[in-house]
């Protein structure tokens, strides 16, 4: 069982920055796939970003070189630097987990997510 607890969403103008944090309980998050997943209005799920139990990443297409998913296991924190944000970067972010093995594309289906932050790019 993990628990997810997202922070770290806000409102910036266009070419901002933001990071966003999760902050994960349960024994196997060490060993779980983690991953960012976000939902505008109107619009389906997307994955955004996901990194393995073993360090791996993988990213949308739509925030290669402007997002950067780490994790903290000291900590037990996952987070996701956006830096370069756009109008259509605009939705309500999730923090997701799983079993290992999986890319970016699947994080809207892991069987854990928090409750999630909003983020808001104006032009």
């Known amino acids: 069982q993990v628990q997810l607890v997202e922070s770290g969403g806000g409102s910036v103008q266009a070419g901002g920055s933001l990071r966003l944090s999760c902050a994960a309980s349960?024994?196997?998050?060490?060993?779980?796939?983690m991953g960012w997943f976000r939902q505008g209005p109107g619009k389906e799920r997307e994955g955004v970003a996901a990194?393995?139990?073993?360090?791996?990443?993988s990213y949308a297409d739509s925030v290669k070189g402007r997002f950067t998913i780490s994790k903290d296991n000291a900590k037990n924190t996952l987070y996701l630097q956006m830096n370069s944000l756009k109008p259509e970067d605009t939705a309500m972010y999730y923090c997701?987990?799983?079993?290992?093995?999986?890319?970016?594309?699947?994080?809207?289906?892991?069987?854990?997510w928090g409750q999630g932050t909003q983020v808001t790019v104006s032009s």
């Open positions: 990194i393995d139990s073993d360090g791996s990443t």
């Open positions: 997701a987990a799983d079993q290992p093995g999986f890319t970016v594309v699947a994080v809207p289906a892991f069987g854990y």
């Open positions: 349960g024994h196997t998050y060490r060993s779980y796939c």
